[in-house]
């Protein structure tokens, strides 16, 4: 609302008080004319247009022609936008009546000034086909106008080459504008624009129009203009650029041919041109009055415009930049359907790029799966015709020609390109200006963005590989072509990566993870850990931190491998019997001699499955095995160690999986029975080493090759295997134990767990390597119903048996634990749907469907002492736990402890 301000100025002697004393007691647009009329000290019906805000004297010109002479407008064309706020603050504050002001639009959907942090430009929302953040945008910039003390947006030209999703974009944010108290003005290189679209435009928001933005100036010709505005409904002002032959009271005078006002930019003469106007006789003409009276009845209307006003503090989010970017994304040609890249088994991924975005390319491929990454310079090298060196057949290629801009290297390299498309799987990404896309239009894949930064790039590779989906469009007059391209894409349901402070996060909750792990390292409670928070399918935490030793040599990477422990028991041997259960080998309440011979001379075959899995089938919690076993340094191998003499051993070759076969068949049964003969809870490694046997027989195939082909390797969870020496070197590995009683030595990438040693490293109750991301993944696959990568690996009511108890009275479901309070197992926070497994080596991973909350924690604490239950005893892990359900949920459920 523009103030009406009490002031006294003087100027060719004459006084305003009485002017300012009326106006300040009545507002209303009859008054402010009365008032005008009885002085004819100002001139609203001119206005002033300042090019240069930067421009100190042109700034003060405008600012006394607006104090000394009472003009109408001012058009503003640039400025740091704090500044401009600040000089239209005074303007209204120390103003009789304050003219209203306009900012020149820079874009159709872009505004002048600067100082406006990131906002997206033309070119990003000429590609989007959401149009709620056209209305967003809307919303921002009305905000940002409002914020300001500015009216109107005015446009110099628009363009006449929009096609119909363009100009449905624009009439829709000129919508918004209006609801949220913007109006529009027009100027004559906006006329092609307006001829062609005339019926759509509203014209209840445009407050005035520059003449010539009709054809044939119609607004300066009285039926033309009782014509045009009867069939538009447009009530603004006509305005025209000053002729000096208007200061003459003639025929050629501008008011008098029904020009309602007239601009001009401020110069050194503009005090006396005004000054001129108003000692002149036309000032004093009824069609000068009825000008000044017509702009009091807008100018009041604008003042008594209903607005709706949107938080300035919400004036463009990251969360509305990151959308913008993600969807102005496009896919432009997709001939061999490629992108999103669905079936990454088996196949590596190379990627070309010399972007200054390389290395953000290659680490995020490298999140959904393992590559190589080269310059571009060295693509050539890599051509079927090249005798130096070839790319495996069938490997997915990735080639980012962001850095090419000589049309000539662009044809070199699309040439090379369409050569490997017919041994390779190869797409293209382009990051920058649109101009050279007409080159690039003969490739069978072209992933585009207009944005040229980091983020961007992240978020192509994201499409790239099914994170995200992809619907943006490229408009014909960008891509030369004759319509608008674009290839829509819904994401395959894998992760995305995320800032947290897009999806509303409390970053500050997070930030008070770092010193919970300080002190924990501090303490030796574990020499460094890595942990990852997935929240609505985004990672949005991921960090590692301290050192895979305590002596601090190497820092702990993302890509570190970790003994698992336990978890081997929900992310191999529970997905495996998932997969029995679907194929309907395996009945959960059927008898494990229903499912297995291996133990049919035992009573061990009348083990209920489902039992077996809740940890309530009697078995008893461990039995040492590995103590009949030596390890000989000599042989690298374990022997059966049997006394012939007290303390006097003689050894010999066994086979570990049939003899512990027969040991687990022959075992006695806990005690903890009930009155009805079933047992109650009691964690047991045994069921789950027996039920390893069991799919190995049915399916006649080694497990860890099992869970590799049906789940690791489609899952791309290229850091997670059985015995990881065969696939890593140690030095990626986390050391565990300092063996010195058993294996003699320290422990790393051999199983911790004794008993899985002598089974070769692999087992169903421990054994498994891995790291952080490729957990999550696993973790977010069981959330999205066993749906993961456009997989569905499980039905969503296989994971749902799996994952809720089966009975109330059960501590666990089917292989994963359940929140138990009293135990303090998961945060306090964590709902009843919520499954989780702790590890002994210090690692726990968790995911609640509720809160669509993923958590996973990996450390070495076993290192070098297994002895060291520094970390369990703390409660560590789920204090973190509790940091993350707190940085998502309300104040309100958030409950007060102690760190």
Known sequence: MKQVGLIVFLFLGLSTWGYAAEVGTSADRDSLYVTWNKTKSALPVVYMNLPRFEDAHDRSVVMNLALNYGIGAIYISDGDRAQVKKWIQVLEREAVVAPLVAAKASGVFELPFDGLGEMPEDEIVSCLTDLDLVRQLAE???????????????YDQLPVYFDDLDVQKTLLYWSVLKDSGVSLSFGNGTRAFVSKYQEQINWENVLWLESGAVADHALTKKKPNRAFRKQTKFEGLVIESLDRKSLEDHKKNQWNRGVDVLWSTVNNGSPYLVEQLLHSEVAKKSYFKTAVKKYYQHWHSIQSKPNTIY??????????????????????????????????????????????????????????????????????????????????????????????????????????????????????????HW???????????????????????????????????????????????????????????RLQYMDPVLLGIDVRKLDQIDSIVAEGIKDQMFPGCQIMMVKDGAVVYQKSFGYLTYDSLVPVAWDHIYDIASITKTAATVPMIMQEVAQGHLDLNGRLGDFSTRFSETDKSDLIVSDMLTHQSGLRSYLPFWKNSEFLIDSAAFYYKKEIKRKKYEYMSVNWEDSISTWIG??????????????????????????????????????????????YNPLSMDHTSYNPLRHFSADQIAPTEQDDSFRHDLLRGQVHDRNAALLGGVSGHAGLFSNSNDLAKYMQMMMQGGYYGGKQYFDPALVQLFTEKTDPKYSRALGWDKPRQAVGNTSKYASERSFG???????????????DLVYVFLSNRVYPDPNNYKLIKSNTRTKIHDLMYESILSGQKVVNHQM
């Not at 953000?360 to 005798?387: F, I, N, R, W």
């Open 140 to 154: 921002a910039n009305a905000a940002t106008l409002q914020d300001m003390g500015v009216d109107v947006l005015h």
């Open 837 to 851: 497994h702790s590890g002994f080596t210090g690692t726990l991973v968790w995911a609640d469907p509720e809160n």
């Open 666 to 711: 022959s075992s006695t049964y806990n005690s903890l029975k009930n009155p009805d003969n079933t047992y109650r809870y009691l964690y047991s490694d045994l069921g789950f080493m027996i039920m390893k046997d069991a799919v190995e027989e049915r399916e006649k195939m080694g497990f860890d090759r099992l869970v590799d082909s049906l789940f």
């Open 311 to 432: 938080p300035t503090t919400e004036r463009f989010s990251d969360r509305m930049i990151y959308a913008f970017k993600s969807k102005a994304i496009t896919l432009i040609k997709d001939e061999v359907d490629y992108f999103p890249i669905q079936n990454l088994m088996g196949y590596p991924v190379y990627s070309f790029s010399s972007n200054e975005h390389q290395s953000v390319m290659g680490h995020t491929m490298d999140l959904y799966k393992s590559g190589q990454h080269y310059s571009l310079d060295e693509l050539s090298a890599y051509c079927p015709d090249s005798a130096e060196v070839n790319i495996p057949l069938h490997s997915h290629v990735i080639v980012d020609l962001s850095s090419v801009f000589r049309v000539s290297e662009i044809q070199y390299y699309v040439s090379l390109i369409e050569s490997l498309a017919d041994t390779y799987q190869i797409g293209v990404i382009y990051q920058g």
């Open 435 to 493: 101009s050279n896309l007409r080159y690039l239009m003969g490739l069978e894949t072209l992933l585009w963005t207009p944005e040229h930064d980091s983020q961007s790039m992240e978020l192509m590779v994201q499409v790239a590989f099914g994170a995200v989906d992809v619907s943006g469009t490229l408009p014909a007059y960008l891509g030369s072509t004759s319509e608008r391209m674009g290839v829509s894409k819904k994401s395959l349901g």
